[in-house]
């Protein structure tokens, strides 16, 4: 099983980006979908996440408004419309699979079995 973390790169504050997470190996139609990210020195943090169905999301405060997940269970893919970025959005941008599909406990990092091996995201300002 892999998951493929891709879109990251490099703009300017208020630009945009746009994060796909390509799965293989199985498919993740029945499982919620996530979204994480990691400055340095910071620990990792939640950003979104997305039921099986893709009816349900919820957003880190930091970027509810700004940031859209969404997901194509025919192609199992997942992707992170970032909007409006801002320089605290640096960091490099993880994709994880949880082993459930309903957004029980999205927030929580242990709550996923599957990880990407992430993107870089750097904006400047």
């Known amino acids: 099983v892999q998951l493929q973390a891709s879109g990251g790169g490099s703009v300017q504050a208020g630009g945009s980006l746009r994060l796909s997470c390509a799965a293989s190996g199985r498919t993740f139609s029945d499982n919620v979908m996530g979204w994480f990210r990691q400055a340095p020195g910071k620990e990792r943090e939640f950003v979104a996440a997305?039921?099986?169905?893709?009816?349900?999301?919820r957003y880190a405060d930091s970027v509810r408004g700004r940031f859209t997940i969404s997901r194509d269970n025919a192609k199992n893919q997942a992707f992170l419309q970032m909007n409006s970025l801002k320089p605290e959005d640096a960091a490099v941008y993880y994709c994880?699979?949880?082993?459930?599909?309903?957004?029980?406990?999205?927030?929580?990092?242990?709550?996923?079995?599957?990880w990407g091996q992430g993107t870089q995201v750097t904006v400047s300002s």
């Open positions: 994880a699979v949880q082993r459930m599909g309903l957004l029980l406990r999205p927030f929580n990092a242990a709550e996923y079995k599957y």
């Open positions: 997305i039921s099986a169905s893709g009816a349900a999301t």
